[in-house]
């Protein structure tokens, strides 16, 4: 059965760093794409980064040149580092693995931004 667990959020002040991580396991195919999301509160899922077994990368607009994401396709990992955070990146931060037939979310890891 397959596995994505997620690590690595806290509470940073506003300009600080925070780097995430997210393991897939359970699956002898590694997943095409890897990818973070976040909810905000009151806020609808959205797509933060994702990347693909290639190394193609996709960012939203508003984390762009402060977020980098990156994976080790050996172990089925995918990292998100943060820098510059600023309070509206406070949200639950889930990670996705898919495969072309399906895909599995984590539990999601909370970061809050906040002085």
């Known amino acids: 059965q397959v596995q994505v667990v997620e690590s690595g959020g806290g509470l940073v002040q506003p300009g600080g760093s925070l780097r995430l991580s997210c393991a897939a396991s359970?699956?002898?195919?590694?997943?095409?794409?890897m990818g973070w999301y976040r909810q905000a509160p009151g806020k609808q899922r959205a797509l933060v980064a994702r990347?693909?077994?290639?190394?193609?990368?996709n960012y939203a607009d508003s984390v762009k040149g402060r977020f980098t994401i990156s994976r080790d396709n050996a172990k089925n990992t995918v990292y998100l580092q943060m820098n510059s955070l600023r309070p509206e990146d406070t949200a639950v931060y889930y990670c996705?693995?898919?495969?072309?037939?399906?895909?599995?979310w984590g539990q999601g890891t909370q970061v809050t931004v906040s002085s």
């Open positions: 996705n693995a898919a495969w072309p037939s399906w895909d599995y």
């Open positions: 359970g699956s002898i195919l590694s997943p095409n794409v």
């Open positions: 990347i693909t077994s290639g190394g193609s990368t």
